[in-house]
Nanobody
Framework: QVQLVESGGGLVQAEGSLRLSCTTS????????MGWYRQAPGKQRELVAT???????NYTDSVKGRFTISSDNAKNTVYLQMNNLKPEDTAVYYC???????????????WGQGTQVTVSS
């Protein structure tokens, strides 16, 4: 069974930083594209960043230059480094995985439980 477990959320002041981690079961990590999504109160879930099976990264425009997605294959873990955080980044952040580099951006098969990120002004 595939499991994705996020950690690293919390409360931070504007312009601060947080690093989210997502550890996956080994069987999926080696062949999966990974991504981070977020959902703010009253809003739809949105894609934040993805990293393909070949290591290519993509970001939504609002986080470019501030967030970095990376992976550590030895630890079966994907990270989201978030710098210069803004109050509008407040949301529940979800890790996602899918064997397809295209499906990770639209409808991933696997999801974590989410971790809350709150940015105060």
């Amino acid at each position: 069974q595939v499991q994705l477990v996020e950690s690293g959320g919390g409360l931070v002041q504007a312009e601060g930083s947080l690093r989210l981690s997502c550890t996956t079961s080994g069987s999926i990590f080696a062949v999966a594209a990974m991504g981070w999504y977020r959902q703010a109160p009253g809003k739809q879930r949105e894609l934040v960043a993805t990293i393909s099976t070949g290591g290519i990264t993509n970001y939504t425009d609002s986080v470019k230059g501030r967030f970095t997605i990376s992976s550590d294959n030895a630890k079966n873990t994907v990270y989201l480094q978030m710098n210069n955080l803004k109050p509008e980044d407040t949301a529940v952040y979800y890790c996602a995985a899918d064997p397809s580099n295209s499906a990770i951006r639209t409808s991933p098969d696997y999801w974590g439980q989410g971790t809350q990120v709150t940015v105060s002004s």
